[in-house]
């Protein structure tokens, strides 16, 4: 015979099945857009105290919004939809590794390179890439389960995005500090310029050699030097150099197809000196044309990754 227990006495709750929490944290959808949204607000509203005041504090605030905006949400977009199981951890680690040593092997090649060439382009090129698979491989290397072309993909383009961060604040400090002060327009354009094409520039490129690398990472961790990683380094390598050259290239084109010789001088310092209409014309189309050009050939040599990798497909 059973008793019911007297009223007030505590009953015993028999737990229910609980989900396993998940190896990622939880970041609600569309982050990447709250941040680009935000930023861009912040950015602008810097930008205009700093011209009313004519104040120079807010200068170092203005260059960084102004040069982590887009990496940064193009990483979190990344990390989103691709990269959740990869770890925060892994992606945030390549993204300061790429923005630390990609930055400081860059730095010291381009200081030798007092001279200019396609050919010496082509070398700084290479060195940069190489720098930032260094960085990747170094960001990697406590994490031996960390391999494929997706996670190639994702992380390569973190290293790659963290790098052109730093470079971008390095560009928008040398256009801002002349030697008439500081010029507050000119840093505003680097940065509106660097930011819309830093999605196509080194975070494409290390996407690339990044998925090439880790597609042929070895089980127990171990980074193999094959033949595909050190093409796909020398192919973005190649389209660093034309990206870095297409200003060049549209000077050249122009000057021979308006008949401009050695001695009508049509370029000062790489900027225009007095050009007709024509002129002005055909560059921009050059100029821009070519980058398009550039940057269609990285985005087609994603897709083509992407497209043979099975769960790059099967991510939301």
Not at 119 to 131: K, N, P, T
């Amino acid at each position: 015979m059973t008793h019911s227990p007297p009223p007030g006495t505590p009953r015993a709750r028999i737990p229910g099945p609980q989900q396993p929490p998940p190896p990622y944290p939880r970041i609600r959808a569309g982050l990447w857009r709250r941040c680009l949204g935000g930023g861009l607000a912040l950015w602008a509203l810097t930008a205009w105290v700093t011209y009313e005041t004519r104040d120079g504090t807010p200068l170092p605030t203005l260059i960084l919004l102004g040069s982590f905006l887009a990496p940064v949400a193009f990483v979190l977009w990344a990390y989103e939809r691709h990269g959740r199981d990869l770890g925060v951890s892994a992606i945030l680690g390549c993204f300061l590794a790429g923005a630390t040593l990609g930055v400081l092997g860059a730095s010291l090649t381009v200081s030798y390179l007092a001279h200019p060439s396609f050919g010496l382009s082509l070398g700084v090129a290479l060195i940069e890439e190489a720098a930032k698979l260094g960085a990747l491989v170094i960001a990697l290397r406590g994490q031996p389960g960390v391999r494929g072309t997706r996670a190639g993909l994702v992380l390569g383009a973190a290293v790659g995005f963290g790098f052109a961060a730093l470079e971008s604040a390095g560009y928008a400090f040398d256009a801002a500090v002349s030697t008439e002060g500081v010029t507050l327009r000119t840093l505003l354009e680097t940065e509106m310029l660097r930011g819309v094409l830093t999605p196509l520039g080194h975070g494409l490129w290390t996407a690339i050699a990044g998925a090439a690398l880790l597609s042929r990472r070895r089980p127990n961790g171990q980074f193999r030097l094959t033949a595909p990683a050190v093409g796909a380094c020398l192919g973005t390598s190649l389209l660093h150099t034309l990206w870095d050259a297409t200003h060049g290239i549209a000077i050249r084109a122009t000057a021979r197809l308006t008949g401009a010789g050695s001695n009508r001088p049509l370029f000062t310092h790489a900027y225009l000196a007095r050009p007709s209409a024509p002129q002005e014309h055909l560059f921009t189309l050059f100029s821009v044309g070519g980058l398009a050009l550039v940057a269609l050939a990285g985005v087609g040599w994603v897709r083509v990754l992407a497209r043979r990798n099975t769960s790059w497909r099967n991510t939301p």
